[in-house]
């Protein structure tokens, strides 16, 4: 292969100034020219050698091709031309191929375009001139902080409804993992198979009907069926097809649960009544009231009631993903007594709320934990005010993570403190992530509480609280 001609135009001031054809020197006269000098030379005693060897041949000229990767900036030179000019930055370089390497069009490229690399300084969000501004400042801070709080609940629920079962298919086979229940609720009874499909595999609980249990309401259970998945409300996902098992307990086909129970809330508090109360329970109460006022306020936006509500249909099951010791999930499977809300105000809840509160906070002696106080002031205030079962969750919410009344009695702004609650929050999660902590199920709720959180609902919380 022949190396390309030189460019035949006659270059301009800025073309580099090597020779066209370089030529490789003799290695001899340049090894000659690093040794010393004579004059440095050790002098021996013996006689000279008047055999000189003849200086090797030149090494045959070798025309150089230039290189298909040229730089966008000219090579420096010791020209007077160019001296006395700034030096520029390290450029860029782009690849050259054969057909402009002939024909001096790799000159003629247009100006060179610098990198540019972002600063730490430029991922703040904020102009330079904004440092100068706090409230600038100031609102950049609230916006990242409620944005991470967004971020993080949207992960952790995620985590906590994540590898949900979905619905049967004919496909699918079946186990029976226990032939007696693991949870009898009052209307039913659970027994926990798995489901087998071509991918996966999912526990999942049956529900029986009891003999002679009252007989349900259709519209519950229709709005039951079609309702979107909720973190506090059963969700089932088919039928046990009949004659899929062998030997079941049960007749006839029976619906599955998504979740399978440990328990009902009846018997968790039978059980709690036995043992020594301790200092965390007024929070485990407001925690399995937080969701139930959830569920709850879930049916009242689609226009329905619960007419009963009965401890021993409130299941507890074990959150996905979370450590055991955390406060459990909440489902509310009483399903056969929901009833189209009437028309009217909100609040068909508040009463019933109100005495299961008063139920869950009678097992001992009242403590003297300003939340325990606060729970049995809001029994009273939901009896007396009625109000909707999202405000229910919001005087719940206040009471668990705050503001406390001594806000409200002041006057103080809601806002600040709002801001200052957030950035507490995030500290906290860095702090525990960073130990190796996950978060759980309260971390989750408290975050859905300071993200949906603004001044006016923090104002309605404490006024209906200490109003």
């Excluded at 919001?394 to 600040?416: K, M, N």
Aim: with cysteine; charged share 20%.
């Amino acid at each position: 292969m022949s190396d390309p001609k030189p460019p035949s135009e006659t270059p301009g001031p800025d073309a580099p100034t090597w020779p066209t054809q370089p030529i490789y020197s003799n290695l001899g006269e340049v090894r000659a020219q690093l040794l010393p000098s004579k004059a440095c030379r050790p002098r021996t005693s013996g006689p000279r050698s008047t055999d000189s060897q003849p200086p090797p041949p030149p090494l045959p000229k070798k025309t150089l091709a230039r290189t298909q990767s040229l730089p966008t900036h000219r090579v420096p030179s010791s020209s007077p031309a160019l001296a006395g000019q700034p030096r520029r930055p390290l450029l860029g370089s782009h690849s050259v191929d054969e057909s402009q390497a002939g024909n001096g069009q790799a000159w003629a490229a247009g100006p060179p375009v610098e990198l540019h690399f972002p600063s730490p300084d430029s991922l703040l969000g904020l102009a330079l001139h904004d440092l100068h501004r706090p409230e600038a400042v100031s609102a950049m801070l609230e916006a990242r902080q409620l944005e991470g709080l967004r971020t993080v609940h949207a992960r952790l629920q995620a985590r906590l409804l994540g590898g949900r079962p979905g619905p049967c298919h004919p496909g699918h086979g079946f186990r029976l993992l226990d032939s007696s229940p693991c949870t009898e609720s009052g209307d039913a009874l659970y027994y926990r198979l798995v489901r087998v499909g071509d991918e996966a595999w999912h526990m999942l609980a049956a529900k029986v009907p009891k003999p002679g249990a009252e007989k349900p309401h259709p519209w519950g259970l229709e709005l039951q069926a079609s309702l979107a998945p909720h973190f506090n409300l059963q969700e089932l996902c088919g039928l046990v097809p009949e004659g899929a098992l062998p030997d079941v307990p049960w007749r006839g086909p029976v619906v599955l649960a998504a979740e399978v129970p440990e328990c009902t809330v009846s018997q968790w508090l039978s059980e709690a009544g036995r043992r020594p109360r301790h200092a965390e329970f007024p929070r485990l109460v407001a925690l399995l009231l937080l969701q139930l006022s959830s569920a709850l306020e879930h049916l009242e936006a689609w226009g329905a009631v619960l007419a009963e509500l009965r401890p021993e249909n409130l299941l507890l099951a074990a959150p996905r993903g979370c450590a055991a010791a955390g406060p459990p999930r909440l489902l509310l499977a009483d399903f056969g007594r929901v009833h189209p809300r009437p028309a009217g105000p909100l609040g068909g809840h508040a009463r019933q709320l109100s005495r299961l509160l008063r139920v869950l906070l009678g097992p001992a002696a009242p403590s003297a934990t300003p939340l325990a106080a606060g729970l049995e002031t809001l029994a009273a205030q939901l009896a007396r005010w009625r109000p909707s079962a999202a405000q229910t969750r919001g005087a719940l919410q206040a009471l668990l993570w705050g503001p406390g009344p001594e806000l409200l009695r002041q006057g103080a702004p809601l806002g600040p403190w709002l801001q200052v609650r957030r950035a507490l929050l995030v500290l906290h999660l860095a702090e525990r992530a960073a130990a190796g902590e996950a978060p759980g199920l309260e971390d989750w709720l408290c975050c859905e509480y300071l993200a949906e959180a603004t001044e006016a609902s923090l104002g309605h919380a404490l006024v209906l609280l200490w109003d």
